[in-house]
């Protein structure tokens, strides 16, 4: 659905300045909302509701900005300890 999604947002966004893409973890947690709906009401027409559910989709978008990156900030990978959150029975 994503694929479908990213061409409905390509043709939207085609006067911007800015390439525009489907963030896809916006759209994953979105879909676990959706995957009820669908199998619950399958029977119905599953096309209304695809149609719906890639228009929901297309609302979950970001501009693509060449060129940035940031560094990550790792921290002291040495020290960092992990306790456990119980006591050792001996």
């Known amino acids: 659905m994503v694929l479908e999604t990213q061409k409905i947002v ?3 966004t085609k006067d911007h300045n800015l390439e525009y893409k489907v963030n896809f973890a916006q759209a994953l947690s979105k879909m676990k909302h959706h995957w009820v709906y669908l199998i619950r009401h399958a029977h119905e027409d599953i096309t209304m509701t695809i149609q719906r559910t890639i228009h929901y ?3 979950t978008i970001e ?3 060449y060129g940035r990156s940031a560094p990550r900030k790792l921290k ?3 020290n960092n300890i992990h306790y456990h959150a119980y ?3 001996l």
């Open 76 to 78: 002291n990978i040495k």
């Open 10 to 12: 390509v043709k939207k």
């Open 57 to 59: 989709l297309s609302k």
């Open 63 to 65: 501009a693509v900005r």
């Open 87 to 89: 006591k050792n029975a």
